[in-house]
């Protein structure tokens, strides 16, 4: 499985981006996916993660009611609908894809696919 992302960009604090993960290959065979990001000189953290059948969504506590994961289902990529961003939400994003069930979502040890980051700045 090859996961690509795409929609990092610059914005201002208070705006929103949208973040985008395609994968390609056997893909069918995922059971979930999700988003990381690692700030400079931090650790990566869990951001969000879904399910890939039943659509279950989990968040961090510090972009829930901001952020939003989904699954377009036409496209076949995973999307992260990222509102009322903040300076401290800088950093880069990866995606992350599972083919197995073991392991909480938010544990980046539970998922075997990385897709390369994408950069998003909010500038304050």
């Known amino acids: 499985v090859q996961l690509q992302a795409s929609g990092g960009g610059l914005v201002q604090a208070g705006g929103s981006l949208r973040l985008s993960c395609a994968p390609s290959?056997?893909?069918?065979?995922?059971?979930?996916m999700g988003w990381f990001r690692q700030a400079p000189g931090k650790e990566r953290e869990f951001v969000a993660g879904m399910h890939w059948t039943t659509s279950t969504t989990f968040y961090a506590e510090s972009v829930k009611g901001r952020f939003t994961i989904s699954r377009n289902g036409r496209e076949n990529t995973i999307d992260l609908q990222m509102n009322s961003l903040k300076p401290e939400d800088t950093a880069v994003y990866y995606c992350?894809?599972?083919?197995?069930?073991?392991?909480?979502?938010?544990?980046?040890?539970?998922?075997?696919?990385w897709g390369q980051g994408t950069q998003v700045t909010v500038s304050s």
């Open positions: 992350a894809a599972r083919d197995r069930s073991a392991g909480d979502y938010s544990l980046a040890t539970s998922y075997n696919y």
């Open positions: 290959g056997r893909f069918l065979c995922l059971y979930g």
